[in-house]
């Protein structure tokens, strides 16, 4: 019999992730990380409901303790970028550093498996020409997760087992109905688990970093208004800026050595090149000559063509065909051809 660690968030996506696998004969053992104190999926509610899960399956349930890995690699991650004036995205970071490879050592460690799978919606295959294992996006496009998955290695890629890949949201909660699973109705996650267990993001990284108020100034250098901290703004954003102007006007930098709001308007806020560094090539080898790609630069973002200029040190040009708006340090860019995960980085904060 096959045995399988899956990763339990008590949610209805791994739930049924975990009730499938039973279902069609592998021996599942749950598993769920303790990340921190608070509501949220990940979090106490979150166990009580995957505990809920493995006693009616059947299962057994682990948990690991992993609050001082999610504090390094997610809280200090998050609070670092802020207070330079990046919006880091976390859920790659936590997928690789927190959640994949500590599940997949203590499956091999002390479950004696070297397989894990999660509820998330991308589909992974081999291909015996490259030797490689490709990522692909999810069948559902709107839930597809491959955006968030770009980090993996192919070790972890190789461990992993993806049982929603190729059904639909609509097809899961149907699932979930028919297997009875007390998580079938239950409200999906909206958030992320820190904005969940906080109430919103600012409220969260208002315990961490001193409100310290600058001037909101428009590209000139004039100032418009006053901000309540850097760490409140992102780029691209137009709404909750507090400033009157004849036209919209929305962030374009964050100036975290001047402690400045950078405004303009819509043009000035696009980009027909960025940088990206920490470049995971998940699905190929690094190329080394340009390549063409479509790049997502936000996780709701359209793929759009681009060229793709290797540079050293794991870092890339991106080359977009058309002005991109939002461009954001910290933000993930990812490169697909078709529905394969060619590799992402992290985007650069790079002088004007």
């Known amino acids: 019999m096959n045995k399988v660690v899956v990763g339990l968030s008590g949610g209805v996506d791994s739930s049924v992730a975990a ?3 039973h279902h069609q004969g592998y021996e599942v053992i749950g598993l769920t990380l303790w990340l921190m104190k608070g509501k949220g999926q990940c979090c106490s509610e979150g166990m009580v409901d995957a505990a809920r899960l493995c006693e009616e399956l059947g299962i057994p349930h682990h948990i690991v303790d992993s609050r001082d890995v999610f504090q390094e690699n997610i809280i200090d991650y998050l609070v670092d970028g802020y207070q330079a004036g990046v919006t880091p995205l976390p859920c790659s970071q936590c997928n690789r550093a927190v959640k994949f490879s500590p599940m997949l050592d203590y499956a091999k460690k002390e479950l004696d498996t070297d397989k894990i799978a999660t509820g998330h919606y991308a589909r992974i295959k081999y291909d015996e020409q490259s030797d490689r294992y490709q990522l692909l996006r999810a069948v559902d496009r709107n839930k597809d997760q491959s955006y968030f998955l770009y980090d993996l290695t192919q070790e972890l890629l190789a461990g992993s087992v993806f049982p929603l ?24 996650s909206q958030d992320l688990c820190l904005v969940e267990a906080h109430g919103s993001m600012q409220t969260f990284l208002d315990r961490y970093i001193n409100q310290n108020e600058g001037d909101i100034v428009d590209l000139a250098g004039n100032v418009l208004g006053k901000h309540t901290g850097i760490h409140h703004y992102t780029i691209g954003q137009r709404r909750g800026l507090g400033i009157a102007a004849p036209e919209p006007l929305y962030v374009v930098k964050l100036d ?26 998940v699905s190929i080898a690094q190329p080394t000559t340009p390549i063409s790609a479509e790049v997502k ?6 793929s759009v063509p681009a060229q793709i200029i290797p540079l050293e040190n ?9 002005h991109q708006f939002g461009v954001t340090p910290g933000q993930a860019a990812v490169l697909y051809n078709g529905e394969m995960v060619l590799g992402g ?8």
């Open 165 to 188: 890949g190729n059904q639909t949201k609509e097809e899961t909660r149907r699932i979930a109905m028919e297997f009875g699973l007390a998580t079938a109705e239950k409200p999906e």
């Open 19 to 21: 009730a499938a696998l």
């Open 297 to 302: 630069i936000r996780y709701r973002s359209q």
């Open 256 to 281: 975290a050595v001047m402690n400045r709001v950078v405004v303009g308007d819509r043009y000035a806020g696009g980009r027909l090149e960025c940088t990206a560094s920490r470049m995971n090539w």
């Open 314 to 322: 794991s870092r890339i040009k991106i080359m977009f065909e058309e």
């Open 345 to 352: 980085g992290i985007i650069e904060m790079t002088e004007d």
